[in-house]
């Protein structure tokens, strides 16, 4: 009976309180529209650090690599290929807790099209997982097609700037943003004025080595630095041009569904047993994934600040609607309590309209929500976030769950405030309530 | 207190506070009902009837003196205990008539019931009919209260305070928002009701039908009773 | 005339006051909130834009050879020669009022030597007197300091008589030169070897008694900075790579941008192009930063604009309802519909005022606590740890008050249009139930 | 950017037409080459052209064994600036540097001083002989050798050397990746002559070097008045040389 009033008295008067369910709404928009845009930047930079740039979950490196030292000379504490062929062998022995394994060999040098000679810095990486490992962004040649579709050794793709001083033009220039799909996986044609370009380097040893690529097609470096200096290409290359054997580091990706704790624990022995200077680091903490930490750092900032306002707010405006909902009936909890319904009976009625407004408000929001989610994904507005060359879309991943969260979170604060309302009220001497 | 005396008021004193000012409504009330009495209580405005009434009837609480109703004073009860003195001993039959709008005449007059744990919606359903039968509105009873005339409204007030039997119906104005002829059904029903079941009466009102047609009557003015 | 609708309106409010102090609350509540964030924002622009300007060298306009985006691709050619030089800044003479000073730019790749060790760098020479004007400029001075704990200092060291070169922490430990303090770091002599302009061998000492930071992640490990003169001797050459000219603050720059254009394609058909500062080629890291605050600040705007409004509108409806009589009664006395919604108007309008009032105190108390409480966090791609800072101006108090109230006004204006078409009859002895 | 030429001096010897042995065939064509133990010094002309522009270095080049100093004399600008090799080791000297400035390998990555190495003298000390086949250049008959470097710290791993079988003297080389692929070229010819123990043998007078990558580059370095001369051996050593 207790609901069937609340259901009934919300039916009345819902014009009354339009505007305490459109501020729940609105509190309700807020959460999961943000929650769904902090949701997408972060699953882009993982697409971005873990796919895109193939991190996977762990980099598996010497320890000295980040330091000065390894800085200045990284072929110096690279892994060797005694160290490299027992992890991959530890890695092969496990086809059902590794997702993907790949390996790269970093390399600085020069590189010529015969007419200009610039600073090329790449890496070649082993070809096996590799588009395994990148998963949407297995098509990774924006222009031109990936090596792996056709592995043959001194392929390369080129940073799309460091390609356009090499002579490799792509006709006609497409505007791609960085997103979850990664590219449609379409040849988009570009033609290099030669088709060998010669890339000079200093082999381990110190001595000069030079390989000729042919240019298979343009890949984006993420940041315009290192765009204008990109060479990618398949490990066996680069070994070969620094006459090398060795791994820069090795990236690696769990299954899904793996008891990660468990796995970690065992490659670590691994790594210890080979050579106590190897280590494993999640690409979070590593200096390449800085960015990534910074950046969700400021977006929570952000999202916390902003909930808690609007929240207050809709809470003000709930109180509201319910000190005069409450206002208005004070002769009904009158006849209520003379009725010999106690103050717990005239509360829970107050609290179960306050929940169906609640409800009213979250289903509006939800249609809010979504809509508004469907109308700026489609706009495809696109924003340049911070020093990427290529323009990141304004998407909103739709989250159940934070709508779940939203929904909670407006209830207690609905629950809350109606409770306060009325209370003032109940405390009132009957006869007070009575008269009105 | 003799046997059948249901309600008894010992020296009971009432004053407001308007802003500043101490305005005694009621002072030295001494007063004693007995079952199945039917007695009204009349006065100017202002005379401390309605204060009387809410005193009785447990809706407000006295400055001093003491309110037996069967033996048992209910002058300052907790909430708990109060609820269940008015849901079980007394009902109530406003001026406004006081129905809740968005509920049904059967479902205003099963209102009390509900608060009665062990009583199964069959019962409950039975009560409701025979109270309406009562009333003569069993037809009307999925009618909303906003769909009957005044009269019609107040007979379902009254149904409700029928519904829990009531030791003592306390009916504050009941004909003062009706048209005289209403008014005198309404009268005339209570009157059956009393003489019916032996239910004890007691209202204010300065309805002079009414005041004729009843047994006993109290004046009351500035707050003390001058003949009974 | 109007004072009396304004004492109704207040009078208005004034009948719950309980319900009053509420929605103006909810009003504060949001108008602070915008304020805030408005002023954070507005701190990182003042901040990127006086390091784009001041500290990256980049000035407000850039003077480039067209097609210098290919400059190391094929420096030589896309030097501008010191006798280009001199004659555009001969030619600027002409905008003497609006230029502060003009600086000189050349980018150099060569390689550090330090006794056995070699690495790759990438030189930035800055003209000497523009270096230490522009590094030691209040406005930069003034945006950094409690922004950044780190607080440039010119090339030129009184303490030490020949010029120094300055190099990132992260250089220095490479070079195997730990640095703890970048204020007062080691200093060390060495040596720099290139290859000049037309490929000859070169090389020049240089005093390494510097240390600076660099807002992106990749130049942390290759960023010198010196006097242009030493990298003109290390490149054999007299010329610039872009000629950097900083305006006096109150210039527009748009204007000033065209004249210029307009003046170089005169002067020297076909040869030079001038830029703003905020353009991503000169600065990403302003452009790309910027854009991203700008996306949080409307899409805040939005929320918490919509849920004040929301809730104001929420009262004023109800008192709307709640007065229906006093509307009825006014109406019968003649008062146009209009006049009577003017009533509701003000209404919100004291309540919008009032709010904006005792708001715009609250968040500059709130501004000085978050800055005293000195939060600190990494914002990507900047110079090492930053303080949450809180800017707020008059201005921006105007602007927010603006954008809060203009909306809220005209929504009172229709929620008040429904009440007041109906008819007299019903507005008088309103039998809706309620009071 | 284009390549700069820093060249070394080389060792005379006489040629005896014994067994022929690549060995020896190496040794004997180093003499003509450079390398002279007791010192040589003359006069070096660069001539580089690149992508349609010419310049002309010239150079006072005096060498004793594989040490070797250089003094830049034109253009006046680099006039006073001196290059120093001691084997495989470079350095810059310049009147405006407090002390030498060592050149590391990598900076020959950037082609500052690949072509020091060319001209490096010793071949035979630094690489093992093969002979690949002989070869008829100009109608005359040539051994090809390919020569594979002792350890991985010379700056080419293998060089393809022809030695004419008539005169026993080097006409061409082709510097080779790792994988074989010709990186440079070059070609000498010998019109110097030099006295070195009683007995006067030829001596390269030009050496044409040409990079495989660059379409637009061509360097060529000219011996000119040829001085044997006596140095102590103290005089080309880093340390004591000051500017």
């Given at each position: 009976m207790i609901f069937r009033i609340a259901y009934r008295n919300v039916k009345k008067n819902w014009r009354k309180s339009y505007a305490a369910i459109l501020a729940i709404a609105v509190g309700f928009v807020a959460q999961s529209l943000f929650v769904g845009y902090l949701d997408n930047v972060e699953k882009l930079f993982e697409a971005m650090y873990a796919n895109k740039q193939m991190y996977g979950d762990l980099i598996i490196?010497?320890?000295?690599?980040?330091?000065?030292?390894?800085?200045?000379?990284?072929?110096?504490?690279?892994?060797?290929?005694?160290?490299?062929?027992?992890?991959?062998?530890?890695?092969?022995?496990?086809?059902?807790?590794?997702?993907?394994?790949?390996?790269?060999?970093?390399?600085?040098?020069?590189?010529?099209?015969?007419?200009?000679?610039?600073?090329?810095?790449?890496?070649?990486?082993?070809?096996?997982?590799?588009?395994?490992?990148?998963?949407a962004f297995a098509w990774d040649a924006k222009y031109g097609t990936p090596l792996e579709a056709e592995p043959k050794p001194l392929t390369a793709l080129l940073g799309v700037q460091l390609g356009s001083w090499m002579g490799c033009l792509p006709n006609p220039t497409v505007e791609l943003n960085l997103e979850l799909?990664?590219?449609?996986?379409?040849?988009?044609?570009?033609?290099?004025?030669?088709?060998?370009?010669?890339?000079?380097?200093?082999?381990?040893?110190?001595?000069?080595?030079?390989?000729?690529?042919?240019?298979?097609?343009?890949?984006?470096?993420?940041?315009?630095?290192?765009?204008?200096?990109?060479?990618?290409?398949?490990?066996?290359?680069?070994?070969?041009?620094?006459?090398?054997?060795?791994?820069?580091?090795?990236?690696?990706?769990?299954?899904?569904?793996?008891?990660?704790?468990?796995?970690?624990?065992?490659?670590?022995?691994?790594?210890?047993?080979?050579?106590e200077n190897?280590?494993?680091?999640?690409?979070?903490?590593?200096?390449?994934?800085?960015?990534?930490?910074?950046?969700?750092?400021?977006?929570?900032?952000?999202r916390y600040f902003v909930v808690i306002i609007v929240l207050l707010i809709a809470g003000m405006s709930v109180f509201n609607t319910s000190i005069k909902s409450v206002i208005e009936r004070v002769k009904e909890i009158g006849t209520l309590l003379s009725l010999g319904f106690k103050q717990i009976h005239v509360l829970q009625i107050f609290l179960a309209e306050s929940l169906i407004t609640c409800l009213i408000g979250n289903v509006f929001g939800c249609l809010i929500a979504t809509s508004i989610t469907t109308l700026l994904n489609s706009l495809n507005i696109g924003y340049r976030a911070g020093i990427y060359t290529e323009a990141t879309l304004i998407q909103i991943n739709f989250i159940p769950l934070a709508f779940f969260n939203a929904a909670i979170v407006t209830f207690v604060v609905s629950g809350l405030t109606t409770y306060f309302a009325v209370k003032y009220f109940i405390n009132k001497r009957i006869i007070q309530n009575l008269n009105g | 207190m003799a046997a059948s005396t249901l309600l008894e008021l010992n020296d009971v004193e009432k004053t407001y506070l308007l802003g500043e000012?101490?305005?005694?409504?009621?002072?030295?009330?001494?007063?004693?009902?007995?079952?199945?009495?039917?007695?009204?209580?009349?006065?100017?405005?202002?005379?401390?009837?309605?204060?009387?009434?809410?005193?009785?009837?447990?809706?407000?609480?006295?400055?001093?003196?003491?309110?037996?109703?069967?033996?048992?004073?209910?002058?300052?009860?907790?909430?708990?205990?109060?609820?269940?003195?008015?849901?079980?001993?007394?009902?109530?039959?406003?001026?406004?008539?006081?129905?809740i709008p968005v509920l049904s005449v059967f479902e205003n007059v099963e209102l009390p019931l509900l608060v009665i744990e062990k009583m199964s919606a069959q019962e409950r359903h039975d009560r409701v009919a025979w109270c309406l039968d009562n009333v003569g509105l069993f037809d009307f009873k999925n009618y909303r209260p906003d769909q009957l005339s005044g009269g019609q409204r107040q007979r379902v007030a009254i149904a409700r305070a029928l519904s829990n039997h009531p030791k003592l119906i306390l009916a504050d104005e009941p004909t003062a928002n009706l048209d005289s002829k209403t008014a005198h059904q309404i009268i005339n029903l209570l009157l059956d009701l009393n003489e019916k079941y032996n239910l004890t009466f007691l209202f204010c009102s300065h309805d002079e039908k009414l005041i004729k047609r009843v047994r006993r009557v109290i004046h009351l003015s500035d707050g003390s009773i001058l003949n009974d | 005339m109007t004072n009396t609708f304004f004492r109704l309106a207040y009078r208005g409010l004034l009948r719950n006051k309980k319900r009053t102090a509420l929605t103006a609350l909810a009003f504060i509540i949001?108008?602070?909130?915008?304020?805030?964030?408005?002023?954070?924002?507005?701190?990182?622009?003042?901040?990127?834009?006086?390091?784009?300007?001041?500290?990256?060298?980049?000035?407000?306009?850039?003077?480039?050879?067209?097609?210098?985006?290919?400059?190391?691709?094929?420096?030589?050619?896309?030097?501008?020669?010191?006798?280009?030089?001199?004659?555009?800044?001969?030619?600027?003479?002409?905008?003497?009022?609006?230029?502060?000073?003009?600086?000189?730019?050349?980018?150099?790749?060569?390689q550090i030597v330090y006794d056995d060790k070699t690495y790759p760098v990438f030189i930035d020479g800055y003209s000497l007197n523009a270096e230490k004007r522009a590094r030691t400029h209040p406005k930069l001075q003034q945006s950094l300091s409690g922004f950044f704990s780190y607080v440039p200092t010119p090339l030129i060291q009184t303490k030490v008589n020949s010029v120094g070169a300055s190099i990132t922490p992260e250089l220095s430990h490479i070079m195997g030169i730990v640095t703890r303090d970048p204020i007062a770091p080691p200093a060390f002599d060495a040596q720099l070897v290139g290859l000049d302009f037309e490929s000859n061998l070169n090389a020049i000492d240089i005093i390494v008694n510097r240390r600076h930071l660099t807002s992106s992640a990749f130049m942390r490990n290759y960023s010198v900075e010196m006097d242009i003169e030493s990298a003109r001797r290390l490149t054999n050459v007299d010329g610039a790579s872009e000629i950097n000219i900083?305006?006096?603050?109150?210039?527009?720059?748009?204007?000033?941008?065209?004249?210029?254009?307009?003046?170089?394609?005169?002067?020297?058909?076909?040869?030079?192009?001038?830029?703003?500062?905020?353009?991503?080629?000169?600065?990403?890291?302003?452009?790309?930063?910027?854009?991203?605050?700008?996306?949080?600040?409307?899409?805040?705007?939005?929320?918490?604009?919509?849920?004040?409004?929301?809730?104001?509108?929420?009262?004023?409806?109800?008192?709307?309802?709640?007065?229906?009589?006093?509307?009825?009664?006014?109406?019968?006395?003649?008062?146009?519909?209009?006049?009577?919604?003017?009533?509701?108007?003000?209404?919100?309008?004291?309540?919008?005022?009032?709010?904006?009032?005792?708001?715009?105190?609250?968040?500059?108390?709130?501004?000085?606590?978050?800055?005293?409480?000195?939060?600190?966090?990494?914002?990507?791609?900047?110079?090492?740890?930053?303080?949450?800072?809180?800017?707020?101006?008059?201005?921006?108090?105007?602007?927010?008050?603006?954008?809060?109230?203009?909306?809220?006004?005209?929504?009172?204006?229709?929620?008040?249009?429904?009440?007041?078409?109906?008819?007299?009859?019903?507005?008088?002895?309103?039998?809706?139930?309620?009071? | 950017m284009k390549y700069y030429i820093i060249f070394s001096y080389?060792?005379?010897?006489?040629?005896?037409?014994?067994?022929?042995?690549?060995?020896?065939?190496?040794?004997?064509?180093?003499?003509?080459?450079?390398?002279?133990?007791?010192?040589?010094?003359?006069?070096?002309?660069?001539?580089?052209?690149?992508?349609?522009?010419?310049?002309?270095?010239?150079?006072?080049?005096?060498?004793?064994?594989?040490?070797?100093?250089?003094?830049?004399?034109?253009?006046?600008?680099?006039?006073?600036?001196?290059?120093?090799?001691?084997?495989?080791?470079?350095?810059?000297?310049?009147?405006?540097?407090?002390?030498?400035?060592?050149?590391?390998?990598?900076?020959?990555?950037?082609?500052?001083?690949?072509?020091?190495?060319?001209?490096?003298?010793?071949?035979?000390?630094?690489?093992?002989?093969?002979?690949?086949?002989?070869e008829n250049i100009k109608n005359e008959s040539h051994y090809v050798l390919l020569l594979k470097a002792k350890t991985n710290t010379t700056t080419y791993d293998q060089i393809r050397y022809w030695i004419n079988e008539k005169t026993q003297l080097a006409t061409k080389a082709d510097f080779l990746s790792l994988q074989g692929d010709v990186l440079k070229t070059a070609i000498f010819r010998y019109e110097n002559k030099i006295k070195l123990g009683g007995k006067s043998i030829p001596f390269v007078s030009e050496m044409y070097i040409e990079d495989k990558s660059r379409e637009d580059y061509k360097s060529i370095l000219k011996y000119i008045d040829l001085k044997t001369s006596k140095y102590k051996t103290g005089e080309f050593n880093i340390n004591n040389i000051r500017n």
């Open positions: 490196e010497d320890a000295r690599r980040m330091q000065s030292v390894g800085k200045y000379d990284p072929l110096k504490y690279a892994i060797s290929a005694d160290s490299a062929s027992q992890i991959s062998e530890w890695v092969n022995q496990r086809p059902d807790t590794v997702h993907s394994y790949v390996q790269f060999l970093q390399f600085s040098g020069m590189i010529t099209d015969g007419k200009t000679q610039l600073v090329v810095v790449g890496s070649g990486n082993d070809h096996k997982y590799s588009q395994k490992m990148r998963q799909t990664g590219y449609p996986p379409v040849i988009r044609p570009f033609k290099c004025s030669n088709q060998l370009l010669q890339v000079t380097a200093l082999t381990e040893s110190g001595q000069i080595n030079a390989l000729n690529f042919s240019i298979k097609g343009l890949a984006d470096g993420g940041i315009r630095e290192i765009d204008s200096r990109l060479l990618l290409t398949d490990l066996k290359s680069i070994q070969t041009l620094l006459n090398t054997n060795k791994i820069t580091y090795a990236t690696l990706k769990w299954n899904s569904g793996v008891n990660q704790h468990e796995s970690k624990k065992e490659l670590n022995k691994l790594l210890k047993s080979i050579d190897l280590h494993f680091v999640s690409w979070k903490e590593h200096e390449d994934g800085i960015l990534f930490a910074q950046s969700m750092e400021i977006l929570n900032v952000f | 000012v101490k305005v005694p409504a009621l002072s030295k009330i001494n007063l004693k009902i007995n079952t199945g009495e039917f007695t009204t209580i009349i006065g100017p405005s202002g005379s401390g009837k309605t204060t009387l009434m809410n005193l009785i009837g447990s809706l407000d609480t006295p400055d001093a003196g003491q309110i037996l109703f069967e033996g048992l004073d209910i002058s300052n009860l907790t909430n708990n205990r109060r609820s269940e003195y008015l849901n079980k001993k007394i009902g109530f039959v406003f001026q406004s008539f006081n129905l | 949001g108008y602070v909130g915008l304020l805030i964030l408005a002023g954070y924002t507005y701190r990182v622009n003042n901040v990127l834009l006086n390091q784009a300007i001041y500290l990256n060298m980049n000035g407000h306009i850039r003077i480039q050879k067209i097609g210098a985006e290919n400059y190391w691709a094929a420096p030589l050619k896309y030097l501008i020669s010191q006798d280009h030089i001199l004659a555009i800044i001969k030619e600027l003479q002409i905008f003497d009022d609006n230029i502060e000073f003009v600086g000189e730019k050349l980018k150099v790749a060569s900083f305006l006096k603050s109150e210039v527009n720059l748009n204007q000033f941008l065209n004249n210029t254009n307009d003046l170089l394609e005169k002067k020297f058909p076909q040869q030079f192009k001038a830029e703003l500062f905020s353009t991503d080629e000169v600065s990403p890291e302003y452009t790309g930063n910027m854009s991203f605050l700008m996306v949080m600040m409307v899409f805040f705007l939005i929320i918490i604009g919509g849920s004040v409004i929301l809730s104001i509108l929420n009262v004023l409806t109800m008192s709307i309802m709640e007065r229906k009589s006093e509307i009825g009664t006014l109406l019968s006395l003649g008062y146009s519909k209009f006049q009577v919604r003017k009533i509701f108007i003000y209404e919100s309008f004291i309540l919008g005022t009032f709010g904006i009032f005792i708001g715009y105190i609250i968040s500059l108390f709130f501004a000085s606590v978050i800055n005293n409480l000195e939060f600190t966090f990494t914002p990507p791609g900047a110079l090492g740890v930053a303080f949450i800072r809180i800017d707020i101006n008059i201005l921006l108090g105007f602007y927010i008050a603006i954008i809060m109230l203009l909306p809220l006004l005209i929504l009172s204006y229709f929620a008040t249009c429904k009440q007041t078409q109906k008819k007299l009859v019903h507005l008088l002895n309103d039998n809706e139930g309620g009071t | 080389f060792i005379f010897a006489n040629v005896s037409l014994a067994q022929v042995s690549p060995e020896v065939l190496l040794k004997e064509s180093d003499k003509s080459r450079g390398g002279i133990e007791d010192g040589l010094s003359w006069v070096s002309e660069l001539k580089t052209r690149e992508n349609g522009q010419t310049t002309v270095r010239k150079f006072l080049v005096k060498s004793k064994g594989t040490d070797a100093i250089v003094e830049a004399t034109e253009p006046l600008r680099t006039k006073g600036e001196i290059y120093v090799f001691n084997d495989r080791n470079m350095w810059l000297v310049k009147p405006d540097l407090k002390k030498p400035v060592s050149i590391s390998p990598k900076a020959k990555l950037t082609g500052l001083a690949s072509n020091g190495d060319i001209a490096s003298t010793w071949y035979s000390r630094d690489y093992t002989a093969a002979l690949e086949k002989k």
